[in-house]
């Protein structure tokens, strides 16, 4: 009865609803802000063959470090983190925090603006020194995205930068920047060092990105040139880097999915992560059971 359904917290207009949901068998949810918070923040660094943790505590709050020394490596990966990316902070904000700041794009997008803002301090000045040219946005089937920007401030020409699932990008590039800041030709050492890395991130729950650029030859492009299909750019890249982003699980999700089980339900996590990644978080909230 309506009474007796009110007594476990049921309320409802229409009987037909409840009886829907006591057939449920399976429920699938996606993962990004349903079983997590939607409040990614950049986790760690790895650049140089170096790890690197991008936190600290603040005020409660896990967000961002202290300013990373400079170095050749960081600020390859920091200026490809700043230019190959669509996100933007909106307009008067400059008073508050940046850790709260409003911002146009995809939760990715902002963790990495957030962090690239609080290691530069004004991302939109230093976007004016590379003026884009040309963009490739993010699609599923290519799992990367890319932008070709003009270098008024370095050495003229083009930079091609470019992010992505790291499996995508390291199989573009022939050359890395060691802990030497040099650039070096890549071996089997290293895709050892990037392939336990890169493992080691997702199992921790973490989103990880692979980073990488090409200096564009001015002869072969040169002002005002049309680049078109970007595919025959994309070869002898130099890797620069790996973020990792972390999302921590809703607190009350386990509890959600400790519920539906016992009621007979099953709980599926629907998600485009890389599939570590996705399986440390349906450990974390109850999806996947211990053993």
Request: hydrophobic share 40%; net charge neutral.
């Amino acid at each position: 009865t309506a009474q007796s359904l009110k007594s476990k917290n049921c309320l409802l207009q229409k009987l037909e609803a409840v009886e829907t949901l006591g057939s449920t068998s399976v429920i699938c949810s996606d993962k990004t802000g349903t079983l997590t918070e939607n409040r990614m923040t950049v986790a760690h660094l790895w650049y140089g063959r170096q790890i690197h943790d991008a936190t600290r505590a603040d005020n409660g709050d896990i967000f961002m470090a202290a300013r990373r020394p400079a170095s050749k490596g960081w600020e390859a990966l920091a200026r490809v983190m700043g230019l190959c990316s669509r996100a933007v902070f909106r307009e008067n904000q400059d008073h508050i925090a940046v850790k709260d700041r409003l911002c146009n794009g995809d939760a990715s997008e902002m963790a990495l603006l957030k962090y690239f803002e609080s290691e530069y301090g004004n991302t939109e000045a230093f976007r004016n020194q590379y003026p884009k040219i040309y963009e490739d946005p993010f699609n599923a089937f290519k799992q990367y995205q890319l932008s070709i920007h003009e270098q008024a401030v370095d050495r003229g020409g083009h930079i091609l930068v470019i992010k992505g699932a790291p499996e995508k990008i390291i199989d573009k590039c022939s050359t890395f920047i060691n802990a030497n800041e040099e650039e070096v030709q890549i071996d089997g050492g290293f895709i050892a060092s990037f392939n336990e890395i890169d493992a080691r991130l997702a199992n921790k729950g973490e989103r990880v990105f692979g980073f990488a650029h090409k200096f564009l030859d001015p002869v072969e492009f040169p002002e005002g040139c049309d680049f078109g299909r970007t595919d025959r750019l994309l070869y002898n890249l130099c890797f620069v880097g790996l973020v990792s982003l972390t999302d921590p699980p809703r607190a009350t999700v386990p509890v959600a999915v400790s519920s539906c089980r016992r009621a007979g339900i099953k709980v599926i996590m629907v998600t485009g992560d890389h599939p570590i990644t996705a399986k440390a978080i349906g450990r974390a909230v109850g999806i996947i059971s211990p053993g």
